[in-house]
Nanobody, 126 residues
Framework: QLQLVESGGGLVQPGGSLRLSCAAS????????IGWFRQAPGKEREGVSC????????NYADSVKGRFTISRDNAKNTVYLQMNSLKPEDTAIYYC???????????????????WGQGTQVTVSS
């Protein structure tokens, strides 16, 4: 059974940092592009950052550029999202998702991602 499990969310003060992890079970992430998406209350789900299967291409939403870094460790079957300088507007449920299509350039096109985790809550508040 293909499964993605997010972890690392929590409550953090503005300016703080969190590292989210997306671990796969039942399949290897080597051949999948992975994306991080988020959904805040009352808002649509949006792409945050995506990484190609090789890790050679990454993509970031303008709102997180310079603050968030996506990376992958295929040996550990895990993708990470390092989030620094967090702002209250980063508060959302964060989901990771896997795109099985052949991708050279990472793109956070939601409909390309077939497999989704259950999400982890990130709350940025003082």
């Amino acid at each position: 059974q293909l499964q993605l499990v997010e972890s690392g969310g929590g409550l953090v003060q503005p300016g703080g940092s969190l590292r989210l992890s997306c671990a796969a079970s039942g399949f290897t992430l080597d051949y999948y592009a992975i994306g991080w998406f988020r959904q805040a209350p009352g808002k649509e789900r949006e792409g945050v950052s995506c990484i190609s299967s090789s890790g050679g291409s990454t993509n970031y939403a303008d709102s997180v550029k310079g603050r968030f870094t996506i990376s992958r460790d295929n040996a550990k079957n895990t993708v990470y999202l390092q989030m620094n300088s967090l702002k209250p507007e980063d508060t959302a449920i964060y989901y990771c998702a896997a795109d099985p299509g052949p991708t050279v350039q990472a793109m956070c096109v939601m409909t390309w991602y077939d497999y989704w985790g259950q999400g982890t809550q990130v709350t940025v508040s003082s």
